[in-house]
Structures are given as structure tokens and as C-alpha cells.
């Protein structure tokens, strides 16, 4: 079955605690990217890779880093995590294609940062 | 930067159409339309996205005015399972680059 997979789905966690959070996809897309939900913002892209070892700041990168050393693996890793950071956290793939392919949403994660 | 503006809210009757507008009166020549829709916290499911005709699935349709600055999103026999909130966005992809925006979404209750 075709998808995006993010682990852990929920992480109540404390402040400072260096934290991964994994997303896989099965389809060999080449876009990949990380998301947040806050509550009256709507969807905000953290980060985007357009392939392997290429990635890209979106709208709020701000104490976040991602890697892209695989295809399928795009890992979301906070150093040193802040209550600010408690959010819902989507993961996204897509094939690039002349007609803009649609992306693929993962289930999320939600991280408590206390 | 393109931006979308949603209702936040709409009700629809079970089995009549349901009419979704966005606003993006700021969207660029080469920014695509796209509609998702939420199921309480799940992942976003895509339905439908278009950059200047309009478009229909098995799912909806897409209507684009001509100018481009709005769109409706047309679920053409609403059900129950069709309640979720519906978002509006604005995406580009060219060559590396990507940029994405979301509106803040409609609430749509489709009402027995």
C-alpha cells in the first residue's frame, strides 16, 4: 500500500531533550517535506527536500534541521526542543511532474514539549 | 506571497451539493490550486488541484475563475462522511523550489 509513514505518532517530551522524528514513504517520490498544525494558523511547511542531499527552508525552519541521505527517508530532528514547538506535525511526499503531482499526507505526530 | 481566505464554517444537507469557496486574489501564473480536506487530526487527504481550467473527479469538482483570484470546490452529493474541514491551497513546485500555502480551512457539517 502506497504511504507515508511518521514514528512516533505522540511524544510528550521535556525541553532541551534532543528528539527524531521519523518519516518513510513508499512510492519513490523525490519531494519530500515536514508541516505544522497550530491551532488558527492552519498548515505551515518547516522544511523541503527535492531530493537526496537537497533540502530547502519553508516558511518557519526556526529550531528544526532535517537530513535526506535516502530517497524514501526524510527525518525531522529538533536539537534542543522548546515548549513553542508543541504542535501537530504532518510529513509529505510527492513525484515532481509537469502538472504539479499532489502531495501524500502521513497520519502525524503530536509532540508535547514541557 | 499568495494567501487564501476560507469561511470558517459552512453547513450542507446530506445528499445536496456542496459549494467551497476560496479566495486567492494574490496567486501567481504559476501557483496551482489544490483542495484537501481534514478528518478530525488525520493527515490531509487530497481531492482535487488545478491551475486555470476546471477540473472534476470522482470526488469533486473544481471551479477557477477566469481571472484566477477565486475558486469553488463542488462536492456534487454531500454525505455525512463528508464532514471535515476542507483547506484551500496554493502551491508551486519548480525545479528545487516549493513553496506551499494553506488557508485556515472551512468546517463543512453536512447535516442528515
Known amino acids: 500500500e502506497a504511504q507515508v509513514t511518521q514514528n512516533p505518532r505522540y511524544l510528550i517530551t521535556v525541553t532541551g531533550k534532543k528528539l527524531t522524528v521519523t518519516c518513510s514513504q513508499n512510492?519513490?517520490?523525490?519531494?519530500m517535506s515536514w508541516y505544522r498544525q497550530d491551532p488558527g494558523l492552519g498548515l505551515r511547511q518547516i522544511y523541503y527536500?527535492?531530493?537526496?542531499?537537497?533540502?530547502d527552508k519553508g516558511d518557519v525552519p526556526e529550531g528544526y534541521k532535517v537530513s535526506r541521505k535516502e530517497k524514501r527517508n526524510f527525518p525531522l530532528i529538533l536539537e534542543s526542543p522548546s515548549p513553542n514547538q508543541t504542535s501537530l506535525y504532518f510529513c509529505a511526499s510527492s513525484l515532481v511532474g509537469g502538472d504539479n503531482q499532489p502531495q501524500h499526507f502521513g497520519d502525524g505526530t503530536r509532540l508535547s514539549i514541557l | 506571497d499568495a494567501k487564501t481566505t476560507q469561511p470558517p464554517s459552512m453547513d450542507c444537507a446530506e445528499g445536496r451539493a456542496a459549494n467551497l469557496p476560496c479566495n486567492h486574489s494574490t496567486i501567481s501564473g504559476n501557483e496551482y490550486v489544490y483542495w484537501y480536506r481534514q478528518i478530525h487530526s488525520q493527515g490531509p487527504q487530497y481531492i482535487i488541484h488545478g491551475l486555470k481550467n476546471n477540473e472534476t473527479n470522482e470526488m469533486a469538482s473544481l471551479i477557477i475563475t477566469e481571472d484566477r483570484k477565486s475558486s469553488t470546490l463542488i462536492l456534487p452529493h454531500a454525505t455525512l462522511r463528508d464532514t471535515a474541514v476542507y483547506y484551500c491551497i496554493v502551491r508551486v513546485v519548480f525545479g528545487g523550489y516549493q513553496k506551499v500555502t494553506f488557508g485556515t480551512g472551512t468546517k463543512l457539517q453536512v447535516i442528515p
Open positions: 527536500s527535492m531530493n537526496v542531499e537537497v533540502t
Open positions: 512510492m519513490n517520490h523525490e519531494y
